[in-house]
């Protein structure tokens, strides 16, 4: 187990990046890291609707600029840069062979369980969820695809790397480029967030939060 106030400071420690030392680069391993523990975020019914690119080329980082007003200075100084990707109705409606072949292969799991569970997740998306058209479906995959970033800057934090995350863009301009610069099929993936990795330059300023009485309640 790992001690409470370490873990404190670590959520402490991070905070949104603006600006990144150009001289130090998160390594490898320490990159590999901090995905394997956003990879690792629960998902409803476990489909991990999600997909990261890591851009570290310079030209396509300028060009994700002309549509990022959120992200410039990440752009051009984080050690590394990466797109959340969340997939779309194609991918994660119920009668998918992305899903059918998900449970058979990732999930492992037996033809019996599969068609429960298949049945069971058709009955969510039409009834439980109205998760009826493209737009809801996205927006549910997207709610998900928030627990790796969460958990992407909270591990990056505990090995004193920081982080910036980013939804200053404008999601058509960006995944146009996604499409057109990145070779991202996007009627399979949208962009739901940006997320920045490195070295800060400068001290933030100290944490502002409401206390927890304000903010939680007990019955
Ligand atoms: C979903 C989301 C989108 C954000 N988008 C941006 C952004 O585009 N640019 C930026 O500099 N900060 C962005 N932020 C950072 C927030 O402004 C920041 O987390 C908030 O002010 C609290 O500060 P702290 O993270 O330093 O504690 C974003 C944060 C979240 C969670």
């Given amino acids: 187990m790992i001690n409470k106030t370490e873990i404190l400071d670590a959520y402490k420690y991070r905070h949104a990046c603006k600006l990144f030392d150009t001289n130090k680069k998160v390594s490898d391993s320490d990159m590999n890291f901090i995905l394997e523990t956003g990879i690792l975020s629960p998902s409803s019914f476990g489909f991990e609707p999600w997909h990261f690119v890591v851009v570290q080329n310079p030209e396509l ?121 990145l070779g991202i099929d996007t009627n399979l993936y949208g962009l739901s967030y940006m997320v920045a990795f490195g070295y800060r330059v400068n001290e933030p300023r100290p944490k502002t939060r409401r206390t927890l009485e304000k903010v939680v309640t007990f019955k």
């Fill in 61 to 181: 980082r300028s060009k994700l600029k002309d549509s990022a007003w959120g992200a410039t200075a990440k752009l051009d100084t984080a050690s590394h840069f990466v797109l959340g990707l969340t997939m779309r109705e194609p991918l994660m409606k119920y009668d998918s062979q992305y899903i059918e072949d998900f449970m058979r292969d990732i999930q492992e799991l037996p033809e019996n369980v599969i068609e429960q569970k298949g049945s069971m997740y058709e009955t969510f998306q039409k009834s439980d969820f109205d998760l009826s058209d493209d737009r809801k479906l996205f927006d549910w995959a997207s709610k998900q695809c928030y627990i790796p970033l969460a958990n992407m800057m909270t591990s990056a934090a505990m090995i004193g790397i920081d982080s910036c995350p980013i939804e200053g863009f404008n999601q058509s301009k960006s995944e146009k480029i996604l499409k057109d610069d």
